[in-house]
C-alpha cells in the first residue's frame, strides 16, 4: 500500500515554486497584499524599477503564559520576530531572494557554510512562461498551507511544523503547464551541518525493541548512527488552483536521507478554499522517519526507555497531523482567525511507545488593521494560544497543557 501510495506520488505530482512569493515557502498558497513602499510614500514617486524590494519583518507581544507542570503564570514582553528580506528581477529572466533573521545566531554551519539566521539567498533563471530554475539557499518544497505562510502571521505552529528545519541549499527546477498549475522536482542538503553537528559525536539510536538474555530485563536495542555518503533530500509535489484560485491545493512528497540506511518520508495534502472574506485551509501530513529527525520523541522518551544512555535518539517514528485555520474578514479593518491542530507519534517498532501520544492546539486571534487605506501591512492583535498533551497509560508519560495570551503588533514593512 504505501509503495503504491510512494508510485502515485512521484508520477503525478512534483513542488510548488513562484520565487517572489512573500511567504515562507516558494509558490501559491501566500497571501499577497499590494505594500505601498515607505519610499513612494515620503518622495510622492512611483517606484517602477522591479531590481530591489526592501522589507522589514517586526513582531512583538505583551505575553502572559502558563504551564500545567508548575501550574504557574508568568509575565514578559516579548519581540517575537524580526527579520530583513530583499527580492528582485535583475532582468526578464534573472530574479534573487534575501532573508535573514536578525535575532538569530550566525554561527556558520558546517555544511553549507550559512547561518540557521539565513533563511534564503538563491537565485533563479525564468527561460520562458513554463520552465524556470533556482539554487542557492532556500526552504526546501515541503508543501502544506501552514508551511506557505509567512512565519510573521503565524501566533502557534502545529508540532510537526515547528519542529522542522527547512532552509537548506538546495536546487528546485519548476513546471508550469498552464498559469493555475505548478509541478516541480527539488534535490536538496538533508542538515545544514555535518551528522555529527545535528545529532552530537557517537550518537546512538534505538527503534524501541527489547531483548533480553534471559537471566536480566529487557534492554532496548540499540546502535551507533553513522553517516551517510549523500545526506540529500529529494522533494516533488503539485500546486494548483481551480474555479479562478477558489480552490487550491498544496500536495507533495518528500524523501530524505538520513545517516546510513536511515530514511525519512514526508507526505502531505493541503487544500484551501479562499473567497473574498473568508480563507480556509486544511493540511494533512504523515512523516514516516527512521531515525527521529524532529526529536519530539526523543525529548520524551529517551529517558523513559533508557535512563543510563547518552546522546541516544529515537527510530522507526511515525508522525501524524491535521491542520485547519480559517480567516473571516467580519469588517474592512477586522479580521477572526481560528486554527485547531491534532497531531499522533508512535514508535512503530516499541511495544510500549506504539501511539503513545496524542496534541492537540489550539488559537484564536481578533486582528484589526488601522493602516489597510495606506497599503499597510500592519496590524493589532489579542491571541490565546493553547496546547494540550496526552499520553498512553503504557509509556509512563504524563499529561499536560499549557497557555499563553499575546496583546501584540505585527508590521511587515516595505522599505523599497
Not at 389 to 396: D, G, N, P, V, W
Request: net charge positive.
Amino acid at each position: 500500500m504505501r509503495k503504491s501510495i510512494i508510485l502515485a506520488l512521484f508520477t503525478t505530482a512534483a513542488m510548488p515554486l513562484n520565487t517572489l512569493a512573500q511567504g515562507s515557502n516558494d509558490g501559491f498558497g501566500v497571501e499577497e497584499v499590494d505594500l505601498k513602499s515607505l519610499y513612494e510614500m515620503v518622495t510622492k514617486h512611483e517606484q517602477k524599477s522591479k531590481a530591489l524590494e526592501l522589507y522589514i519583518n517586526y513582531g512583538a507581544a505583551a505575553q502572559a503564559t502558563h504551564d500545567s507542570r508548575n501550574d504557574e503564570w508568568g509575565a514578559r514582553i516579548y519581540n517575537r520576530y524580526l527579520k530583513i528580506e530583499m527580492v528582485g528581477w535583475l532582468t526578464d529572466h534573472i530574479y534573487y531572494r534575501f532573508r535573514q533573521r536578525i535575532n538569530k545566531s550566525n554561527v556558520e554551519q558546517s555544511e553549507d557554510n550559512f547561518s540557521k539566521a539565513n533563511d534564503y539567498m538563491m537565485v533563479g533563471w525564468k527561460f520562458n512562461d513554463h520552465w524556470s530554475i533556482q539554487g542557492g539557499k532556500k526552504c526546501q518544497a515541503l508543501g502544506s498551507f501552514e508551511f506557505s505562510e509567512n512565519p510573521l502571521f503565524i501566533y502557534q505552529y502545529s508540532d510537526l511544523e515547528g519542529n522542522i528545519d527547512s532552509s537548506k541549499g538546495a536546487i528546485n527546477v519548476v513546471y508550469n503547464p498552464t498559469p493555475d498549475q505548478q509541478l516541480s522536482a527539488e534535490v536538496s542538503n538533508t542538515y545544514n551541518g555535518k551528522l555529527a553537528d545535528e545529532f552530537g559525536k557517537d550518537a546512538k539510536i534505538s527503534d524501541g525493541k527489547m531483548t533480553s538474555d534471559g537471566n536480566a530485563e529487557p534492554k532496548p536495542d540499540i546502535a551507533l548512527l553513522q553517516k551517510a555518503s549523500a545526506p540529500l533530500t529529494y522533494a516533488l509535489g503539485w500546486n494548483g488552483k481551480f474555479f479562478g484560485g477558489k480552490l487550491q491545493t498544496r500536495w507533495s512528497y518528500m524523501l530524505r536521507t538520513q545517516a546510513k540506511d536511515k530514511y525519512s518520508q514526508l507526505i502531505r495534502f493541503g487544500q484551501k478554499l479562499k473567497l473574498d472574506r473568508l480563507q480556509w485551509y486544511v493540511d494533512y501530513s504523515i512523516s514516516l522517519d527512521d531515525l527521529d529527525r524532529m526529536k519530539i520523541t526523543t525529548r520524551e522518551v529517551a529517558k523513559v526507555l533508557a535512563p543510563t544512555e547518552e546522546n541516544l535518539y529515537m527510530g522507526k517514528i511515525c508522525n501524524l497531523s491535521l491542520v485547519t485555520k480559517m480567516n473571516w474578514q467580519f469588517t474592512s479593518d477586522w479580521n477572526l482567525m481560528l486554527k485547531g491542530t491534532y497531531e499522533t507519534a508512535s514508535m512503530t517498532q516499541s511495544e510500549q511507545f506504539r501511539n503513545y501520544r496524542k496534541a492537540y492546539g489550539y488559537v484564536g486571534s481578533v486582528e484589526y488593521y488601522p493602516a489597510r487605506k495606506q497599503q499597510q501591512d500592519l496590524r493589532f492583535y489579542l491571541a490565546y494560544m493553547g496546547r494540550k498533551y496526552s499520553y498512553s497509560k503504557r509509556s509512563t508519560l504524563t499529561g499536560y497543557n499549557t497557555d499563553c495570551i499575546e496583546l501584540g503588533m505585527i508590521y511587515r514593512m516595505k522599505l523599497l
